[in-house]
């Protein structure tokens, strides 16, 4: 299969494909604060709506990675792909039980917090690793040209 062969990638494109991720990881962030501020507001619907655009674009983008990214890597560095496919199981299970807080308007800044240092490590693990890895595979970049996309057409996120 050519698009699971490393390509001779030009530095310009690596860099780009990288900033995209890293990009990505900052914006949910933006939208974790954006949360945290809806939390301690108090306001039920601002915090429904937060919430929804913090999970489909954090669900969109465990999906991607694992659809698109982790196939590329783990021939050579499978223990490490399954430890970070065990982190995003983790990472949806939570998305679940607080999702169902919000739902029953007990959600509390705690929690929040707590799934943002998870986060926070994670993001920094994919970025020495996963991120690292895929630079160099040109079906990387469009997986992730499909991604912002679909977000594009549904929930941006510099809303």
């Not at 007990?106 to 929690?111: D, G």
């Not at 994919?126 to 040109?138: A, F, G, I, K, M």
Request: charged share 30%; hydrophobic share 35%; net charge negative.
């Amino acid at each position: 299969m050519a698009d699971h062969q490393p390509s001779t990638s030009t530095p310009t494109k690596t860099a780009e494909i990288k900033a995209r991720l890293i990009g990505d990881h900052r914006a949910l962030e933006q939208l974790l604060a954006q949360l945290t501020s809806a939390i301690e507001g108090a306001d039920s619907s601002e915090l429904c709506e937060q919430w929804t655009r913090f999970e489909q674009n954090l669900r969109d983008h465990l999906d991607t990675e694992e659809r698109c990214l982790f196939p590329l890597v783990a021939h050579e560095h499978r223990s490490e792909v399954e430890s970070l496919r065990s982190d995003h199981q983790h990472i949806r299970h939570a998305l679940s039980e607080l999702g169902v807080a919000v739902d029953l308007h007990t959600l509390r800044k705690a929690a929040i917090d707590e799934l943002i240092v998870y986060l926070q490590e994670h993001a920094r693990r994919e970025d020495r690793t996963l991120y690292q890895w895929v630079e160099q595979y040109p079906t990387a970049e469009r997986g992730l040209r499909h991604m912002f996309a679909r977000r594009a057409r549904w929930v941006p996120l510099d809303k």
